[in-house]
């Protein structure tokens, strides 16, 4: 991009690194699930579950982890494309699900998505012409000739030229499709661009000059990113700060460096672990987790990771579902007939006889040494009582410096609470 190019595009803005552009608070979005002829809401998957988050102008936070784990629809919810079930996204302080007429155009045009398929966000039957300047025309930005002199500048501006402005989109190759997708989210000189995994279905070299050309034209035009991925080798050299997200939850929020260099949660470790693109040595060979998933619709307890954990505690939720699960291991061919639950916590297991339930018992007495030491349980008949330790939600707690963890090994108060009840289960 020449001088004069950027110029055209857009002034740059003056940052600041407490400038909070983007607030997310306790923000909620759950998809319920229908079951029979009408349709009945029997429950809801938990996409997004109670997260916080603050996007400072001008960095790039990233969202990272497993797919499923609600980092689409998070990035949904901030561009307003999907409405949350609770809690809100602020835009300068104000709550963008609020802004109506002038005010909901406004944050429409500072806030553009690109997304993942980039392909099916394009429309096949326009010209490259017409969908670059579709937002200028909603948004009156240009009229008559001015429209095709700004749409060049944007082409030029992401390495694309006035002679692709008569082709379609299947006739040219998946990065410069995205580059087509890129240049009409910066149509609007917006501030905030959520980036949908932009990457992800090209080609390594093609990952590499779609990322150096986002990188540019941040530093050109001031520019602030959510960037959405799964691949840790992108977000270290792209990432200002990293959201480490599991199950609609985020575990970790830290810089970037800190993240690479000391992560506080064992699911950061894991994800590092598992990255081709890390350095050899790094010492986190032996962090894996368990391949089982959780139900989104059903989450665990207390750490919702603590089904998968490596290194779980007694202290991290242990509940009903986790004995059930156990025993369909060790007893497949005799199965519990009915569960009566009390809470998540407490439950009577009813087997066929007195002689299963015994069973049932002395397998549960070889679970997972965490598993048994917030467990109690007793056979009365056919009926195996099971009682775990009652635990509350694992939040997010700050160690200082904006870093955050909800890990009850590295959180301080959350430490406090495993030791408290270790000196419980050894006085006990």
Same mark, same amino acid.
């Given at each position: 991009?020449?001088?004069?190019?950027?110029?055209?595009?857009?002034?740059?803005?003056?940052?600041?690194?407490?400038?909070?552009?983007?607030?997310?608070?306790?923000?909620?979005?759950?998809?319920?699930?229908?079951?029979?002829?009408?349709?009945?809401?029997?429950?809801?998957?938990?996409?997004?579950?109670?997260?916080?988050?603050?996007?400072?102008?001008?960095?790039?936070?990233?969202?990272?982890?497993?797919?499923?784990?609600?980092?689409?629809?998070?990035?949904?919810?901030?561009?307003?494309?999907?409405?949350?079930?609770?809690?809100?996204?602020?835009?300068?302080?104000?709550?963008?699900?609020?802004?109506?007429?002038?005010?909901?155009?406004?944050?429409?045009?500072?806030?553009?998505?690109?997304?993942?398929?980039?392909?099916?966000?394009?429309?096949?039957?326009?010209?490259?012409?017409?969908?670059?300047?579709?937002?200028?025309?909603?948004?009156?930005?240009?009229?008559?000739?001015?429209?095709?002199?700004?749409?060049?500048?944007?082409?030029?501006?992401?390495?694309?030229?006035?002679?692709?402005?008569?082709?379609?989109?299947?006739?040219?190759?998946?990065?410069?499709?995205?580059?087509?997708?890129?240049?009409?989210?910066?149509?609007?000189?917006?501030?905030?661009?959520?980036?949908?995994?932009?990457?992800?279905?090209?080609?390594?070299?093609?990952?590499?000059?779609?990322?150096?050309?986002?990188?540019?034209?941040?530093?050109?035009?001031?520019?602030?990113?959510?960037?959405?991925?799964?691949?840790?080798?992108?977000?270290?050299?792209?990432?200002?700060?990293?959201?480490?997200?599991?199950?609609?939850?985020? /575990?970790?929020?830290?810089? %970037? &460096?800190?993240?690479?260099?000391?992560?506080?949660?064992?699911?950061?470790? +894991?994800? $590092? =672990? *598992?990255?081709?693109?890390?350095?050899?040595?790094?010492?986190?060979?032996?962090?894996?987790?368990?391949?089982?998933?959780?139900?989104?619709?059903?989450?665990?307890?207390?750490?919702?990771?603590?089904?998968?954990?490596?290194?779980?505690?007694?202290?991290?939720?242990?509940?009903?579902?986790?004995?059930?699960?156990?025993?369909?291991?060790?007893?497949?061919?005799?199965?519990?007939?009915?569960?009566?639950?009390?809470?998540?916590?407490?439950?009577?297991?009813? /087997?066929?006889?007195?002689? %299963? &339930?015994?069973?049932?018992?002395?397998?549960?007495?070889?679970?997972?040494? +965490?598993? $048994? =030491? *917030?467990?109690?349980?007793?056979?009365?008949?056919?009926?195996?009582?099971?009682?775990?330790?009652?635990?509350?939600?694992?939040?997010?707690?700050?160690?200082?410096?904006?870093?955050?963890?909800?890990?009850?090994?590295?959180?301080?108060?959350?430490?406090?609470?495993?030791?408290?009840?270790?000196?419980?289960?050894?006085?006990?």
């Amino acid at each position: 991009m020449t001088p004069a190019t950027a110029g055209a595009l857009a002034e740059p803005r003056p940052t600041k690194a407490d400038d909070e552009l983007i607030a997310v608070r306790g923000l909620e979005r759950y998809f319920p699930i229908k079951q029979g002829v009408l349709q009945r809401v029997v429950g809801h998957v938990r996409a997004v579950d109670g997260v916080d988050l603050t996007i400072r102008r001008g960095e790039t936070l990233a969202l990272v982890g497993e797919s499923g784990c609600g980092k689409s629809t998070l990035a949904r919810c901030v561009a307003g494309l999907s409405a949350p079930t609770g809690g809100g996204v602020y835009f300068r302080g104000r709550d963008i699900a609020e802004l109506q007429g002038e005010d909901w155009r406004e944050y429409r045009r500072n806030c553009q998505i690109v997304f993942q398929d980039v392909f099916a966000s394009l429309n096949p039957r326009q010209l490259v012409k017409d969908i670059v300047a579709r937002p200028l025309r909603i948004h009156h930005e240009a009229s008559g000739a001015d429209v095709l002199d700004r749409v060049v500048e944007l082409l030029e501006s992401v390495g694309l030229g006035s002679q692709h402005l008569y082709r379609y989109p299947h006739q040219f190759s998946g990065g410069q499709r995205q580059r087509i997708s890129i240049a009409r989210a910066l149509a609007l000189r917006p501030e905030l661009l959520v980036l949908d995994e932009p990457t992800s279905a090209l080609d390594v070299s093609v990952q590499a000059q779609i990322l150096n050309l986002l990188s540019d034209l941040q530093q050109q035009l001031s520019l602030t990113y959510l960037f959405i991925t799964h691949d840790l080798g992108v977000v270290r050299h792209m990432a200002d700060r990293i959201a480490v997200m599991y199950l609609g939850r985020v /575990f970790e929020l830290a810089e %970037t &460096a800190e993240v690479f260099e000391s992560p506080r949660h064992p699911y950061t470790e +894991a994800l $590092l =672990a *598992a990255s081709p693109d890390l350095p050899e040595g790094e010492g986190r060979d032996a962090v894996r987790l368990d391949a089982r998933m959780p139900d989104a619709a059903s989450p665990p307890q207390g750490c919702t990771l603590h089904t998968r954990c490596p290194v779980v505690t007694h202290a991290c939720g242990w509940e009903v579902d986790d004995a059930l699960w156990w025993l369909e291991q060790a007893l497949p061919a005799a199965p519990a007939d009915v569960v009566r639950r009390r809470s998540p916590f407490e439950a009577d297991i009813e /087997f066929g006889d007195e002689v %299963t &339930a015994g069973a049932a018992g002395v397998a549960l007495a070889r679970a997972p040494a +965490a598993m $048994l =030491a *917030a467990l109690t349980f007793e056979a009365r008949g056919a009926v195996l009582r099971v009682e775990f330790r009652n635990v509350e939600p694992v939040r997010l707690e700050n160690l200082g410096g904006g870093r955050l963890t909800s890990c009850l090994l590295h959180a301080p108060a959350q430490r406090a609470l495993l030791v408290e009840s270790s000196t419980e289960e050894r006085s006990s």
